[in-house]
């Protein structure tokens, strides 16, 4: 498991430092294994903003910009980012910066017109393996402002081996737990007021299986906004997790799981029939995962459905057939708690 330092001294923070810290954990029993900076280095990188943008008057694919950077005057930096836009807020590298690498960002002239930085991407800060454009930044960010700082990025990434009777340590709630009571110090739980439903609907659940699946519970949610975006910061803590964006309704429910230790799993409530059934699987019973493997699961194995059949592994993997896409409008949210021997053993099963 990996874990930000950054986001763990936010639930608690003992006078110790990374290399103090680290150890600690290890003779808990909390073995890490390695401890990494969150970023690669690199300096003289800022936020800046698009003030303009012009065609270059020679090269179909780039464009000329004029970014405000915090100075007296706007730097002209030649972009060919797909999406660059006026008004978005971008890492800029000014004249003199190092990247990874050791990539030096020098005043240069591309197809005959000057350009005076660079507008970044998060591959070229090292964020990313790849990328297709920019990398924005929160609109209200401050020009001129370090994207380190900014971002946190002077964080460190700790890597813990956990071993099976740790399950209390599969978030961040029980990690600070542990440091605050290896530390003698304070513990400071994460505030979570009650959210009074908006709307009436409820979708309809059965246990068929109470002993694998004691407790299963869902809320309905409609009208989430298929436009939307994760928050940076949000993005931030789930690639120092590990963990991939792959949009809002996912990146939410990701979240919770590391921070609570609280797996949960979004269905496109419109793609659902019937109502929730939690069972074993029967013969022909057949599921396409979100990875694309299709399995056929065996009669030892619990199963998440609807009355038209199997929706997901439970407690391992979601099917495509009720995953959420950019179309997705109405919401069903799964928190449910699987006996763990019901689960043991069936993601290596599938291969998963």
Not at 135 to 156: C, K, Y
């Amino acid at each position: 498991m990996k874990i930000s330092e950054h986001w763990l001294r936010e639930w608690v923070n003992p006078a110790v430092s990374s290399a103090e810290l680290a150890a600690q954990l290890t003779m808990a029993g909390l073995e890490v294994d390695s401890v990494e900076p969150a970023a690669p280095a690199f300096e003289s990188v800022v936020v800046g903003r698009v003030i303009g943008l012009v065609p270059h008057p020679d090269a179909d694919r780039l464009r000329v910009a004029s970014v405000d950077v915090g100075g007296a005057e706007p730097l002209q930096i030649v972009c060919g980012a797909p999406n660059v836009a006026v008004g978005m807020c971008a890492p800029t590298a000014l004249i003199g910066a190092v990247l990874p690498g050791g990539f030096t960002i020098k005043q240069s002239k591309l197809r005959g017109v000057e350009s005076q930085g660079m507008l970044c991407s998060a591959k070229e800060l090292g964020l990313a393996e790849s990328s297709s454009g920019l990398l924005p930044l929160p609109s209200d960010s401050r020009p001129g402002q370090n994207v380190r700082e900014l971002l946190a990025l002077d964080d460190s990434i700790i890597e813990i081996e956990l071993t099976p009777n740790r399950g209390d340590c599969l978030g961040m709630e029980g990690i600070a737990r542990e440091v605050a009571t290896l530390n003698r110090c304070e513990f400071r739980p994460l505030p979570a007021d009650a959210v009074l439903p908006v709307v009436d609907a409820t979708f309809p659940v059965k246990l068929l299986d109470p002993a694998d699946c004691p407790r299963y519970v869902g809320r309905v949610i409609r009208g989430v906004n298929p436009a939307a975006e994760t928050p940076l910061w949000m993005q931030e803590r789930l690639r120092r997790a590990g963990v991939r964006s792959l949009g809002p309704l996912v990146d939410v429910t990701n979240y919770v799981m590391l921070e609570l230790g609280q797996p949960m799993h979004a269905f496109d409530l419109g793609r659902l029939t019937g109502g929730i059934e939690v069972r074993r699987a029967r013969p022909g019973d057949r599921l396409e995962l979100l990875n694309g493997v299709v399995v056929e699961p065996d009669a030892e194995t619990l199963l998440i459905t609807d009355h038209a059949g199997p929706l997901a592994l439970a407690g391992i993997m979601g099917g495509e057939i009720s995953s959420c896409t950019d179309a997705t409008r109405d919401v069903f949210l799964e928190s449910a708690f699987f006996a763990p021997a019901s689960i043991a053993g069936r993601a290596r099963r599938y291969g998963l």
